[in-house]
């Protein structure tokens, strides 16, 4: 009698076959084609740029601009041209870039078709703004500012606003860290001590939304100085977010992690701070994101009372002359730091969390 033996033969689905050939078809053209530039879109963007540039240089201001405004346009016209010239010159050359084999053509042509519909955009933003405000007068002051008062006020005030963003950066930063302390404090006690949870959340609830400008009463009855009520003003917006958040992701942790961690001999602290809180960084840099965003707000009201510098502080200054361009300055730097600021928490998000890169769509 003859025994036939069998062998069996794993083979992939079709449909799991499929998505990896749709994966491999898809990283290799992001290595062969990382992206494509549009020399129309491209070639449009440069043009706008020249154009504002070309009518800043050429077309006669509107005689129905104040003397003092007339001045102030006329003092950083050569320095606006140059931005323009500038602008379209640096994407010119990124666009010459593309032609090269290598990295540098593949980091030129991302950048290019990247960017193009912003250049595109910000160009034809800056030919209305100058035909609207310096050249025709059709948005009139002294609520609507030209580009070149605005750059007047950023040079005539370069000295005031660089001690304003020093001190308003020291104000920030002290109320933000003091904030995120306390908050992950407070997050992490609530989200691991049920008992701590049923005292604390339900304060939490109430207290936590409430808006920053409600204490300002309590600070000047509590508080010696009006700095130190400014940064507790600070900390309070930075701390519900990241309390919130915190708790959130602390309760989100799926509890196999702390099976494992318990079968290898984890107890105690090392689960709170070795299982939980890594598990938690990507809810807690969420509650970063809007602290960080809820804190500039809060700036903004504590510097104007009790605190004589930083950049809420000259835009109330400034607001209460009427000096509309020096306040459109203010706002630009202000916008300037914040962008900075953000920029930075995504680099740092973006080291920290980079083991789960490829489990999470950025």
């Given at each position: ?6 062998t069996?033969?794993?083979t ?14 898809a990283?290799l053209?992001?290595?062969?084609k ?8 491209t ?5 706008s740029w020249?154009?504002f ?11 129905r601009?104040p ?13 606006t041209?140059?931005?323009g ?17 290598g ?19 910000s ?9 609207s405000?310096a050249k ?5 002051p002294?609520y ?7 750059l ?19 104000l920030?930063g002290?109320?933000?860290l003091?904030g995120l302390?306390?908050g992950?404090v407070?997050g992490v ?12 959340h339900?304060?939490?609830v ?5 808006p920053?400008?409600?204490w ?7 508080f010696?100085t009006a700095?130190?009520?400014a940064?507790f ?9 990241i309390?919130?958040?915190?708790r959130?992701?602390?309760l989100?942790?799926p ?7 318990q ?9 709170v ?19 960080l965003?809820?804190?500039f ?9 009790g ?7 000259y ?8 000096d ?29 969390l980079?083991?789960?890169?490829e489990?999470?769509?950025w």
């Open positions: 009698m003859s025994v036939t033996i069998g069996t033969r794993a992939a689905s079709p449909e799991t076959t499929a998505q990896g050939e749709s994966r491999i078809r990283a053209d992001r290595v062969t990382p992206g494509r530039v549009d020399p129309v879109l070639g449009a963007g440069i043009l020249i154009a540039a070309t009518l800043t240089a050429t077309l006669p201001d509107s005689v601009l003397m003092a405004d007339i001045d102030s346009i006329d003092a950083t016209s050569t320095f041209v140059l931005i010239v500038a602008v379209a010159a640096v994407w010119l050359g990124l666009w010459a870039l593309t032609e090269l084999p990295r540098a053509g593949s980091w030129a042509v991302d950048r290019v078709s990247h960017g193009a519909a912003w250049l595109l955009g160009g034809v933003w800056a030919v209305f703004w100058e035909l405000t025709t007068g059709l948005l009139e002294p609507f500012a030209a580009p070149q008062q605005i007047h006020r950023l040079w005539t005030d370069r000295v005031i606003l660089a001690e304003s963003t020093g001190n308003s950066l020291l920030l002290a109320g933000f003091a302390a306390a992950l407070t006690t609530i989200g691991w001590w049920q008992t701590a949870n049923y005292w604390v339900p304060v939490l109430f207290l936590g939304p409430v920053s400008l409600a300002v009463p309590i600070i000047f009855v509590v010696p700095y130190s009520g940064v003003l600070i900390a309070v917006s930075v701390w519900f977010p309390t919130v958040l915190t959130a992701g602390i989100g942790v509890r196999s992690y702390f099976d494992v961690a079968t290898l001999g984890a107890r105690g602290w090392f689960l701070l070795r299982v939980s809180l890594p598990a938690a960084l990507p809810s807690i840099f969420t509650g970063a994101f809007m602290a965003g809820a804190s707000v809060s700036l903004t009201v504590a510097e104007n009372f605190v004589n510098s930083g950049l809420g502080w835009l109330n200054w400034k607001k209460g002359w009427g509309f361009p020096a306040v459109y300055a203010g706002i630009v730097v202000l916008v300037v730091v914040c962008g900075l600021l953000l920029t930075l928490l995504f680099r740092a998000r973006n080291y920290v980079r083991w789960e890169k489990l999470t769509r």
